[in-house]
């Protein structure tokens, strides 16, 4: 099981400029979440999908934000334009079926930098 | 608004004692509960879950849940420097909200 597989692991940009995170979460877990990690906010969920389906999108910060699944084993996390204030770690993370009583499996996570 | 709270720390425990990582929630309707660990510079890892109160134990690692007063607790024996990380707290309500809600994490420093 190679896990939850994020790319890529550090990402630098300028601010205004596309960018995009991936995610291939464990095959035959179908729930997949996306987080976003900063000292002052701590983990913040941003969006979730339940078999490919979006299912709550509330904390997504703002229109600029932007998730798709296509399919079981990828997903991206847009963000377009870009902002200084959007550098943060971006976790992925897969959960299994009847996942209530299971936790997560993150990924390594997206260390993103906007200059 | 469903809050977890954790005291931040540091948390610092000299190496072979006993670790105690406190969390509280809000929701009287919390029904799983999960520690994890995160190293720094890396993603949260689960290391317990716990959905009854009572204790729970596996190896050095002892979660307990008293629902009645709204907390969960880590506690760690024979704690080792490895065992420095961020501890992070979560916990899933009942009706359907399977998404939990994570603590800020408390800090805990193991010194030789």
């Known amino acids: 099981d190679a896990g939850v597989i994020q790319s890529p692991r550090h990402e630098v940009t300028e601010m205004g400029q596309e960018v995009t995170l991936r995610c291939k979460p464990i095959s035959g877990h179908d729930y997949l979440f996306w987080y976003r990690q900063t000292m002052m906010r701590g983990l913040e969920l941003l969006i979730y999908f339940n078999n490919n389906v979006p299912i709550d999108d509330s904390g997504m910060p703002e229109d600029r934000f932007s998730a798709k699944m296509p399919n079981a084993s990828f997903s991206t996390l847009k963000i377009q334009p870009s902002e200084p204030r959007d550098s943060a770690v971006y976790f992925c993370?897969?959960?299994?079926?009847?996942?209530?009583?299971?936790?997560?499996?993150f990924g390594s996570g997206t260390r993103l930098t906007v200059v | 608004q469903k809050e977890v709270e954790q005291n931040s720390g540091p948390l610092s425990v000299p190496e072979g004692a006993i670790a105690s990582l406190n969390c509280t929630y809000s929701d009287r309707g919390s029904q799983s509960f999960f520690w994890y660990r995160q190293y720094s510079g890396k993603s949260p890892e689960l290391i317990m879950s716990?959905?009854?109160?009572g204790d729970k134990e596996d190896g050095r690692f002892t979660a307990q849940l008293n629902k009645a007063s709204q907390y969960v607790s880590l506690l760690i024996r024979d704690s080792q420097p490895s065992d420095s990380a961020t501890y992070l707290c979560?916990?899933?309500?009942?009706?359907?909200?399977?998404?939990?809600?994570f603590g800020r994490g408390t800090s805990l420093i193991v010194h030789p």
């Open positions: 716990i959905y009854s109160n």
């Open positions: 993370a897969s959960s299994p079926p009847g996942q209530a009583h299971y936790g997560y499996t």
């Open positions: 979560a916990v899933k309500a009942s009706g359907g909200s399977y998404i939990p809600t």
